[in-house]
């Protein structure tokens, strides 16, 4: 089974500045690794994900991710923060062949960011 | 096209009493997944359904606890005698037949309380 270390549980930022929220899993031969969003109260909403290719993902809100195969890593990016992105912020992975819905999360990380 | 539905969205139950928790997946999606989250904690896979078969159901506690997936009608997580450390969020996620490169959407959630 895969476990996921989020390495910060809370992070406060002041806006504009950039943040860098950090994860890393347990090896395995392949994986698939996400980053979701969850505001108070809410479902999750996927962020971005890394299935193959590029090691560098693109996600919405113009977070970003890169994959570090040697590091086991999934950090999550952004250059510029805004108060609307305060959130918990879950990393999340499966294994490669398995299901998209059968995922082992972080303890999340709360992202806080102030005026 | 509307998302993956849960209801209710709060659910009070005195310790003993059964709860019910109701999923419909998204339109055209057959795999459900339902996960729990505890207080300060991510989110733990609990469950993983088709319709009419439970696929991977090792992260369901032994007693107490059942899903079902009927033909026809939503994903049912069924909680006999609550106990308060059944307090949680519960979180219903849906995928389509097909897996290739993609990802599960999640409902709202339902936040179970037991008094």
């Known amino acids: 089974a895969q476990s996921v270390t989020q390495l910060d549980s809370q992070v406060p930022v002041f806006e504009e500045a950039p943040v860098e929220l950090r994860c890393n899993y347990s090896?395995?031969?392949?994986?698939?690794l996400f980053w979701y969003v969850q505001y108070p109260n809410q479902g999750l909403q996927l962020l971005l994900k890394y299935l193959s290719g590029s090691t560098l993902v693109k996600g919405i809100n113009g977070f970003e991710a890169e994959f570090n195969k040697s590091q086991t890593s999934f950090h999550l990016r952004k250059p510029s923060v805004h108060i609307s992105d305060t959130a918990e912020y879950f990393c999340?992975?499966?294994?490669?062949?398995?299901?998209?819905?059968?995922?082992?999360f972080g303890r999340g990380t709360q992202l806080t960011v102030w005026p | 096209n509307a998302g993956v539905m849960q209801n209710p969205r709060h659910l009070v139950r005195r310790r003993g009493q059964e709860a019910r928790l109701r999923c419909s997946p998204m339109?055209?999606?057959?795999?459900v997944y339902w996960y729990r989250q505890l207080p300060e904690e991510g989110l733990k896979f609990m469950v993983y359904l088709q319709k009419e078969n439970i696929i991977d159901e090792s992260g369901m506690p032994k007693e107490r606890f059942s899903a079902e997936f009927p033909k026809e009608g939503p994903s049912i997580l069924r909680i006999q005698q609550v106990v308060r450390g059944d307090s949680a969020a519960y979180f219903c996620?849906?995928?389509?037949?097909?897996?290739?490169?993609?990802?599960?959407?999640f409902g709202q959630g339902t936040r179970l309380t037991v008094v």
């Open positions: 996620a849906s995928s389509p037949p097909s897996q290739a490169n993609t990802e599960a959407f």
């Open positions: 339109k055209g999606h057959s795999h």
């Open positions: 999340a992975v499966t294994e490669g062949g398995s299901t998209l819905g059968r995922l082992y």
């Open positions: 090896s395995s031969v392949s994986v698939y």
